[in-house]
């Protein structure tokens, strides 16, 4: 089984879900066990993952 990972879109049900993960962990486990219920490209991308504010602040610092 292929694992998947960002940029995923995630449908308003799953919100809630969203946010009861803590810290860098990210939503990469939650993506893989609902792989039928969200949107995500199937080739490999390199998108810069955004896991805390932290992540954030450094992204809009190099761009």
């Known amino acids: 089984m292929k694992k998947i990972g960002v940029p995923v879109i995630f ?5 809630s879900n969203l946010l009861l993960i803590k810290g860098d ?3 990469k486990e939650f993506i893989n066990k609902n792989r039928n219920k ?3 490209p199937k080739t490999t991308t390199n998108f810069f993952d955004i896991d805390t504010k932290e ?3 450094l992204f809009k610092s190099q761009n």
């Open 25 to 27: 962990k990210g939503a």
């Open 38 to 40: 969200v949107l995500c």
């Open 11 to 15: 449908p308003k049900m799953y919100f």
């Open 55 to 57: 992540d954030l602040l």
